[in-house]
């Protein structure tokens, strides 16, 4: 029964830390936060279930700029995705945190148009 508890416990916090990561990617926030990638492969390392199961239905959700909180944090997981797809197929140079922060503020505007859709 403690194991279950723990495992609760654990998959409640992985959850809620996954929906809301990228409310720390505001200036009131150490740089450093912008560098967090949640969908990141680290070899050798097994990733917790529940971790992987919400990567898994984000991974290819459909997802709308609707400006609040959880589709933006969807859509900048599907963004992030996108650029680390397109770096490794294309050659390019890896974006930096900056640049990467830019042109995804230029995508969110971008999607706010009218003839986007």
Same mark, same amino acid.
């Given at each position: 029964? $403690?194991?279950? +508890?723990?495992?609760?416990? *654990? #998959?409640?916090?992985? $959850? @809620? #830390?996954? %929906?809301?990561? &990228? @409310?720390? *990617?505001?200036?009131?926030? *150490?740089?450093?936060?912008?560098?967090?990638?949640?969908?990141?492969?680290?070899? /050798?390392?097994?990733?917790?279930?529940?971790?992987?199961?919400?990567?898994? $239905? *984000?991974?290819?959700?459909?997802?709308?700029?609707?400006?609040? /909180?959880?589709?933006? /944090?969807?859509?900048?997981?599907?963004? %992030?995705?996108?650029? %680390?797809? &397109?770096?490794? #197929? #294309? /050659?390019?140079?890896?974006?930096? +945190?900056?640049?990467? %922060?830019?042109?995804?503020?230029?995508?969110?505007?971008?999607?706010?148009?009218?003839?986007?859709?």
């Amino acid at each position: 029964m $403690r194991d279950l +508890a723990s495992l609760v416990l *654990h #998959t409640s916090s992985m $959850r @809620e #830390t996954f %929906e809301r990561i &990228y @409310e720390f *990617h505001d200036s009131a926030r *150490h740089p450093k936060w912008k560098d967090v990638n949640l969908a990141q492969e680290i070899p /050798g390392w097994k990733r917790f279930k529940p971790a992987a199961d919400w990567l898994a $239905r *984000h991974r290819n959700a459909s997802v709308v700029a609707s400006g609040d /909180g959880n589709s933006s /944090g969807n859509l900048k997981l599907a963004f %992030e995705q996108f650029i %680390e797809n &397109y770096v490794a #197929t #294309t /050659g390019q140079k890896a974006l930096s +945190a900056s640049e990467r %922060e830019a042109l995804f503020i230029k995508f969110e505007q971008f999607l706010k148009q009218p003839s986007a859709r």
